[in-house]
């Protein structure tokens, strides 16, 4: 039986002498122990060196996608021409199966094999002399730079990644700049508690209290550039009844502090969703039109990956996200949701309550459509989402009508008939 090796810096052939040592494979480790142990078992028959780097690239990277090299095959053509004959042992079963399919030579992987390829690696360096252990730690090391290279730059799913990453941090931002917002509130509304009241915009109150500070600074201040004319009097009207407690300077301080980094975590989140819409439009147009930006990336998130989310059905889509419901509705044999992440679209979430599970079904099912274009297709345009985006608002008012018709009693159940009375 030969072994087929592979290395770093090119392909070993091995003669294996004593066959009997691959049926008690719990003691094959100690026989390779020492290097004469293992020359006993294994006998180097030859080595095809690697010339360049490049070369060891495009082998390694023919190894990924399934294929034979080019030195891999003038290899197997001088064993098909010395030993036709000879079992092959190879490392991976997929490529012993090509190699059978190509050569016509029979090959063999199982555990014992596995377990064989294991302790000669332990012994590589003293059973192939051709290579220095010096050449082969560097050659081990460009080529695992380079590989790691490859894979990223032919990654279908490194785009996804950073649609991923950016509604996650999206969705932590939200978060984060709630609990910002309720703490200062709660904590100026102590020194001016009728400020919430007057002014409900989040943004606003913010920036109304980094400029405002003490309250009693108020009327003289110009609040004109953060709020309209009406709320600005509001304001000043308000500070001079006010029934909040006094601060110190270092209160407010520490308030103007807090103000300064949500407004900055306010601007990061407008140039992330800005990022994440440019990013949504260039990889899923389609999807884009039709769900959103947000709702399209959630989905993407939650499935891994554009590819894995094209691979879901319809029936799956629409209630992507309410696992938890679903299988609870199951295991108490309750009525399963009829929505997940996609409820947050506009075309369910602005519809009326009597056709949101219509709508819930019938945007599954376009999105499903959607999302294998964008995820298959060759194109990069937008036409289908829009397409089907014009089709679900005309579907959406043609239902609201019927439900409006039902509700006035237009057409509401079979028509009444007075008796027929035959009076004589």
Same mark, same amino acid.
């Given at each position: 039986?030969?072994?087929?090796?592979?290395?770093?810096?090119?392909?070993?052939?091995?003669?294996?002498?004593?066959?009997?040592?691959?049926?008690?494979?719990?003691?094959?480790?100690?026989?390779?122990?020492?290097?004469?142990?293992?020359?006993?078992?294994?006998?180097?028959?030859?080595?095809?060196?690697?010339?360049?780097?490049?070369?060891?690239?495009?082998?390694?990277?023919?190894?990924?996608?399934?294929?034979?090299?080019?030195?891999?095959?003038?290899?197997?053509?001088?064993?098909?021409?010395?030993?036709?004959?000879?079992?092959?042992?190879?490392?991976?079963?997929?490529?012993?199966?090509?190699?059978?399919?190509?050569?016509?030579?029979?090959?063999?992987?199982?555990?014992?094999?596995?377990?064989?390829?294991?302790?000669?690696?332990?012994?590589?360096?003293?059973?192939?002399?051709?290579?220095?252990?010096?050449?082969?730690?560097?050659?081990?090391?460009?080529?695992?730079?380079?590989?790691?290279?490859?894979?990223?730059?032919?990654?279908?799913?490194?785009?996804?990644?950073?649609?991923?990453?950016?509604?996650?941090?999206?969705?932590?931002?939200?978060?984060?700049?709630?609990?910002?917002?309720?703490?200062?509130?709660?904590?100026?509304?102590?020194?001016?508690?009728?400020?919430?009241?007057?002014?409900?915009?989040?943004?606003?109150?913010?920036?109304?209290?980094?400029?405002?500070?003490?309250?009693?600074?108020?009327?003289?201040?110009?609040?004109?550039?953060?709020?309209?004319?009406?709320?600005?009097?509001?304001?000043?009207?308000?500070?001079?009844?006010?029934?909040?407690?006094?601060?110190?300077?270092?209160?407010?301080?520490?308030?103007?502090?807090?103000?300064?980094?949500?407004?900055?975590?306010?601007?990061?989140?407008?140039?992330?969703?800005?990022? $994440?819409?440019? *990013?949504?439009? &260039?990889?899923?147009?389609?999807?884009?039109?039709? !769900? +959103?930006? #947000?709702?399209?990336?959630? /989905?993407?998130?939650?499935?891994?990956?554009?590819?894995?989310?094209?691979?879901?059905?319809?029936?799956?889509?629409?209630?992507?996200?309410?696992?938890?419901?679903?299988?609870?509705?199951?295991?108490?044999?309750?009525?399963?949701?009829?929505?997940?992440?996609?409820?947050?679209?506009?075309?369910?979430?602005?519809?009326?309550?009597?056709?949101?599970?219509?709508?819930?079904?019938?945007?599954?099912?376009?999105?499903? $459509?959607?999302? *294998?274009?964008? &995820?298959?297709?060759?194109?990069?345009?937008?036409? !289908? +989402?829009? #397409?089907?985006?014009?089709? /679900?608002?005309?579907?959406?008012?043609?239902?609201?009508?019927?439900?409006?018709?039902?509700?006035?009693?237009?057409?509401?159940?079979?028509?009444?008939?007075?008796?027929?009375?035959?009076?004589?």
């Amino acid at each position: 039986m030969l072994v087929l090796y592979e290395t770093s810096t090119g392909y070993a052939v091995f003669k294996l002498l004593d066959e009997k040592k691959l049926v008690q494979i719990e003691n094959l480790y100690d026989e390779f122990q020492t290097f004469d142990k293992a020359s006993s078992i294994v006998q180097l028959q030859k080595f095809y060196k690697f010339s360049t780097t490049e070369d060891a690239m495009s082998a390694a990277t023919a190894a990924v996608e399934g294929k034979i090299g080019k030195k891999l095959k003038k290899v197997l053509k001088k064993i098909v021409a010395e030993d036709a004959n000879e079992q092959l042992a190879v490392a991976d079963s997929l490529l012993g199966k090509v190699i059978k399919d190509k050569f016509n030579l029979t090959c063999v992987h199982n555990t014992a094999i596995s377990e064989l390829m294991r302790c000669i690696r332990t012994q590589t360096n003293n059973l192939i002399t051709e290579v220095s252990e010096r050449e082969n730690t560097a050659m081990s090391l460009g080529l695992a730079h380079g590989l790691s290279r490859y894979k990223l730059k032919f990654s279908g799913d490194k785009i996804d990644t950073m649609i991923i990453q950016a509604v996650s941090l999206l969705d932590d931002l939200d978060k984060e700049l709630n609990n910002y917002i309720m703490r200062c509130r709660e904590w100026y509304g102590w020194h001016f508690p009728e400020l919430g009241s007057v002014v409900q915009d989040h943004a606003a109150y913010v920036k109304t209290v980094k400029k405002l500070g003490m309250r009693t600074a108020s009327i003289t201040m110009d609040l004109s550039d953060v709020l309209p004319a009406d709320l600005e009097q509001r304001v000043k009207d308000a500070a001079q009844i006010s029934m909040g407690t006094e601060i110190s300077d270092e209160d407010i301080r520490h308030i103007t502090g807090l103000c300064d980094q949500i407004i900055e975590m306010q601007d990061y989140r407008s140039q992330l969703f800005e990022y $994440l819409r440019n *990013r949504m439009a &260039a990889i899923a147009p389609n999807l884009t039109v039709l !769900l +959103g930006e #947000l709702v399209g990336a959630r /989905l993407i998130s939650h499935a891994g990956s554009l590819m894995s989310l094209a691979k879901h059905p319809a029936s799956t889509i629409q209630i992507l996200g309410a696992e938890k419901a679903l299988f609870r509705a199951l295991k108490k044999k309750h009525d399963t949701p009829k929505y997940g992440l996609i409820y947050h679209a506009q075309l369910i979430s602005q519809s009326s309550q009597k056709i949101k599970g219509k709508m819930s079904r019938m945007v599954a099912a376009k999105a499903s $459509l959607s999302i *294998r274009v964008d &995820a298959l297709g060759e194109t990069d345009d937008a036409d !289908l +989402g829009t #397409l089907q985006r014009g089709y /679900l608002e005309n579907k959406a008012k043609e239902l609201e009508s019927i439900e409006s018709g039902k509700m006035g009693g237009i057409g509401g159940g079979p028509k009444k008939f007075d008796k027929y009375q035959n009076k004589r």
